[in-house]
């Protein structure tokens, strides 16, 4: 199974702040890899897919990059409701392994 | 409105059995591969299990293997996930997931989960 590994597991940031999270898979998954973010007791929802690809209706401040086993997700100028914890997941092979989670919480 | 409805989340004893259930609407469920995740209480997410649109190919973690059963019933737009032989670390919040795909020409398609149900708590406990 593909290892994936996130890093910060947890940051502290401000409204108004640029903030990056890093995915690191165990081996290459090529841009196979979503972004999510979940807020407490609520469902996850996808963010960025094919690395670098904006779901529809999610706010152009979320980008993502990386190929092969290095990705990124940058939230420019933070908003309070971006307060939540995101998860990478590749879907290059079965089963779609998700990252541990890195809860973004306000300074 | 789109829309996946988890049900059958229960408090079962180790060893035991669950069934959960998955209603979907608002889209036509024979056309998507859909999704289990998991999350176990404090924790991250894990991808359980998916399924594809008529039901030929089934996927499971390591963990669940020879106990879990993914199915679905197209005619009815509801996916089920027998669980058997439960343990205490399968308990969590069960969500289902529609699994979208995006095909690319001469590579494997992109996953991604794009509908979730609110979920429903398996509590596996003596």
């Known amino acids: 199974d593909i290892q994936m590994t996130q890093s910060p597991s947890s940051l502290s940031a401000s409204v108004g702040d640029r903030v990056t999270i890093t995915c690191r898979a165990s081996q290459s998954v090529n841009n196979y890899l979503n972004w999510y973010q979940q807020k407490p007791g609520k469902a996850p929802k996808v963010l960025i897919y094919?690395?670098?690809s904006l779901q529809s209706g999610v706010p152009s401040r979320f980008s993502g990059s990386g190929s092969g086993t290095d990705f990124t997700l940058s939230i420019s100028n933070l908003q309070p409701e971006d307060f939540a914890t995101y998860y990478c997941q590749q879907s290059y092979s079965t089963p779609r392994t998700f990252g541990q989670g890195t809860e973004v919480e306000i300074k | 409105e789109v829309q996946l409805v988890e049900s059958g989340g229960d408090l079962v004893q180790p060893g035991g059995s669950l069934r959960l259930s998955c209603a979907a609407s608002?889209?036509?469920?024979?056309?998507?591969?859909i999704a289990w995740v998991r999350q176990a209480p404090g924790e991250g997410l894990e991808w359980v299990a998916n399924i594809n649109q008529d039901g030929s190919e089934k996927n499971y973690v390591d963990p669940v293997k020879g106990r879990f059963t993914v199915s679905r019933d197209n005619a009815k737009s509801s996916l089920y996930l027998q669980m058997n032989n439960l343990r205490a670390d399968d308990t969590a919040f069960y969500y289902c997931?529609?699994?979208?795909?995006?095909?690319?020409?001469?590579?494997?398609?992109?996953?991604?989960?794009?509908?979730w149900g609110r979920g429903t708590t398996v509590t596996v406990s003596s």
């Open positions: 094919a690395a670098s």
């Open positions: 608002g889209f036509s469920f024979s056309s998507y591969w």
């Open positions: 997931a529609r699994d979208r795909f995006k095909a690319v020409a001469g590579a494997r398609p992109y996953h991604y989960m794009d509908v």
